[in-house]
DNA sequence: ATGAAAGCGCTAACAT
DNA sequence: ATGTTAGCGCTTTCAT
């Protein structure tokens, strides 16, 4: 044996390996552990602060550590200690700023946690979004958040198989197999409703759209509860449920032409507003003296609009913390205290629901 | 040997662990094997299509593999093999509607290419950007897409030790150590620029905001070379440079109270844009009539304003694409014929610079 | 407290 | 064409 890999007296190592190209190859644990003269094991045990090492020993590695530029092999570890520090989060797409917000949210949580953070997007494709997850389940991560956008069921017994816990984020449904944290989307809905109705307006449309039926519909109750306790029930019967983005700008245009025109509209999801608003326009109606617009979901858009856009805001920040800290208990085996959790939404009211003041410049 | 891995017949298959528990154990390609009556070499061989292997074998491994619910270890395939199937995007910040764009652009490519794809964002924070490429050097990704948002050139030989190649996307400089993709920032400024004076506006006033310098310097002499071509330049003398977005929207105010207002705006980016809109609706100013409008970056907010906004749009697609198939060279080991890609910017125009119509619907 | 050695699941080199 | 086996870099168990 020509070369050893630890020093000569030892023998059931690599030949062909000396210190010579550690400085070539990407130097492992073995390297630290001969420039420290100690073993991998006391290596390791000083890099992961794991056993209590004398402080000599430990400074003698991390010395060498640094000395050497090592990186810790992740897959390597995590092939042994079966965990990787990484967890995944999965939503429709990016491009939706509240996506963006929640997936900006989780990745601050996982730098402050010290975990890797992998985005996938689905598109809406149930078909991408399968192989997404086997892709996920081929890393083994360590747990995912999802944002549904597909039928997701079929995969739980697979990603219970492989030990990957889940809790799912936003568009969630009452009852649900899996922990859950969201927005109250009836609590939303109620809470934009009561705004218009004591701003004034009694004849509101509401307009959502078809992507999540179940979701809209929680919207749509809140909002009639609203008109119920204003007494407004009769006076704005004109609402639609579940169009296409597309259908909505025209909707909206036939609406608003109609004899007893609607004095506002809740547009209930950010889609929903990107029809409407420019219905309103290319009638030339004037926001909000002619026509009040609530919106649910912010997005940058509506700030930049003269006047800007009243809103109801899901939690987003709060969505991913609560999402995270379930995760993170489920990941170490703890139970959940609540499995199903409902945030509230916020009104930021802005100047496109001031009926009484009418049209203000942007300041 | 008390238990030995393997098992009596053939002595070297696990006893611990039998074909029950195989159901309740991750599967691994022993167990394939095991179930095929192949050898795991043979496994390895067709789950990855590798060498040609009998046709009935094969279909006893596939139905084996499916029947177990099997799904490949990555982590201990690319200890072995070296390589992870994962490149990682490094982007500042993904609210930023080109960069989210860019970002789910290279997804797809993923998907396509069947390799996971590893977001991290910066936040145009030094220190986590470090961060995140130690823990994309720990767990090895085959490549990097980076936009820089940091001084990464003491990053270089880090990533190069552990053979990382990188392409740089968007924010990068003429000379520049590593391959790079970006749009064509000064054929941009011209593209703006000619489209502004082509369409009557004379005095111009040139709005950029200070995160990269060396971009905003260039988009300024493309629009001077279009100001010089129209004989412009004398006429306007009114653009600044490198403000913070705060300042752009007083700065804005400031210029357009001034004797000579310009007649037009070029707002050489989206955060410039952030600060000049609300600057004119502040003085009520009308777009095209008193003031015309041209925007560098798509996003979203401009087409829902009344009226849109014209455009210089970056090509964000192309740019991952270029970015992605340099990569994939690079990871094959192969040469780049161009390391230095400028792609061309393309003008969207919208009502904001019409200025002989005056304003018109947002029809 | 430290060292030695087994082995995580896979690929790749080699043998047949 | 198929089987056998070493070993990737790390963690972990067991000795000491």
Not at 97 to 107: C, H, M, P, Q, T
Not at 216 to 239: K, V
Not at 256 to 269: D, V
Request: hydrophobic share 40%; net charge neutral.
């Amino acid at each position: 044996m020509l070369a050893g890999y630890y020093h000569e007296a030892s023998d059931h190592v690599p030949v062909n390996r000396s210190m010579e190209d550690a400085r070539l190859r990407e130097p492992t644990i073995h390297d630290i552990a001969q420039l420290a003269r100690v073993s991998v094991g006391t290596v390791s045990n000083v890099l992961n602060s794991r056993q209590s090492v004398r402080e000599e020993l430990a400074l003698r590695v991390t010395n060498a550590a640094t000395k050497l530029g090592y990186r810790r092999n992740l897959n390597a570890a995590s092939l042994r200690s079966n965990q990787t520090d990484t967890i995944a989060a999965v939503v429709p797409n990016i491009e939706n700023a509240f996506f963006a917000e929640l997936v900006s949210a989780i990745e601050r949580l996982g730098v402050a946690d010290r975990r890797g953070v992998m985005f996938l997007t689905t598109g809406e494709d149930e078909d991408r979004a399968r192989r997404q997850i086997h892709g996920l389940i081929s890393r083994r991560i360590d747990g995912l958040l999802l944002v549904p956008s597909f039928d997701f069921l079929p995969m739980i017994p697979e990603l219970q198989r492989y030990g990957v816990p889940v809790v799912l984020l936003d568009r969630v449904e009452a009852r649900n197999p899996l922990p859950t944290v969201a927005v109250d989307n009836r609590q939303a809905g109620r809470l934009g409703g009561n705004h218009l109705f004591e701003a004034g307006y009694r004849r509101v449309a509401f307009f959502g759209h078809g992507h999540e039926r179940w979701i809209l519909n929680q919207r749509r109750e809140g909002f009639l509860d609203a008109a119920r306790a204003a007494s407004a029930l009769e006076l704005c019967p004109a609402y639609e449920l579940s169009l296409e983005p597309a259908e909505i700008r025209e909707t909206t245009v036939r609406i608003l032409e109609q004899g007893a025109r609607p004095e506002a509209i809740f547009a209930a999801s950010n889609i929903a507003a990107k029809g409407v608003i420019p219905a309103i326009q290319s009638l030339g109606l004037k926001v909000p003296e002619d026509v009040g617009l609530l919106v649910m979901d912010d997005f940058e858009a509506l700030t930049l609009l003269n006047p800007a856009i009243t809103v109801v805001a899901q939690p987003s920040q709060r969505i991913a913390e609560v999402g995270w800290r379930m995760l993170r208990s489920l990941i170490d085996g703890e139970d959940l205290e609540e499995p199903h959790v409902r945030l509230l939404a916020t009104l930021i009211v802005r100047g496109s629901t001031n009926r009484r003041s009418g049209r203000r410049s942007g300041r």
